[in-house]
């Protein structure tokens, strides 16, 4: 088996629209590597002005607990739900907030093969606040045509389980096709076998900012 490239980053930023894109798109990343970095999880909505969905924050909490994000890196915004496009420069004054309190690495949002109007605000404010850092997008089934990843990071089984367990704090969510354990696991296989691995997580290269240095013995 070929080895595989080696990114590495002291903190990580996950952004995402509403509460569930995020584990959707990362979860079993965030469940493998929360133990070696720092990982930073802000959704910019609540969703609170839905009545249909007032669990939706303790949900989440809950979550984003059982991928083992620590909860002052959990981070919920009041955004509203189908409006980012009208608050866009709120929106990347956030985003330049969150760069200078972090400085992260490596950031992930939604792939740009997202059709939901709120996903596509994210990923354009993204690349503008975060120029200079390496931008990957992540697919949320549900809203995502066209998506194919091209940068796959391997992860185990035992963290793909515990995306699905995190995933099942979703209550409100439990009857939507893509919450269904098979499809998310099935997703997991199909990234893994086109990086010759047994599972993996799957992302679009947005922007990749790296440095070629010499192997280390």
Do not use: W
């Not at 595989?4 to 079993?28: K, R, S, V, W």
């Not at 939706?56 to 909490?61: F, I, T």
């Not at 980012?84 to 490596?106: D, N, S, V, W």
């Not at 995190?166 to 893994?192: N, P, S």
Request: aromatic share 10%; hydrophobic share 40%.
């Amino acid at each position: 088996m070929n080895h595989n490239m080696t990114f590495y980053g002291e903190t990580l930023l996950f952004i995402g629209a509403h509460p569930d894109d995020i584990e959707l798109g990362c979860g079993a990343l965030i469940a493998e590597i929360g133990d070696r970095a720092k990982v930073i999880c802000v959704t910019l909505s609540d969703n609170q002005e839905n009545p249909d969905l007032l669990n939706l924050v303790e949900e989440h909490r809950n979550s984003m607990s059982l991928l083992g994000v620590k909860p002052e890196n959990d981070i919920l915004r009041q955004f509203t739900t189908r409006r980012f496009q009208a608050a866009r420069q709120e929106i990347l004054e956030e985003m330049l907030a969150l760069k200078k309190a972090y400085h992260p690495e490596t950031v992930f949002v939604h792939t740009a093969q997202d059709i939901h109007q709120d996903h596509k605000t994210i990923t354009e404010e993204a690349l503008r606040a975060f120029r200079g850092t390496t931008v990957l997008g992540f697919d949320v089934l549900r809203s995502s045509y066209g998506f194919f990843p091209n940068f796959l990071v391997e992860v185990s089984e035992q963290s793909v389980q515990t995306k699905l367990d995190a995933l099942k704090a979703y209550k409100t969510y439990q009857d939507r096709y893509y919450f269904e354990d098979k499809i998310l696991y099935a997703t997991a296989i199909r990234h893994g076998a086109l990086a010759e691995r047994p599972f993996a997580e799957g992302f679009d290269i947005l922007r990749i900012v790296g440095e070629f240095g010499q192997a280390v013995d």
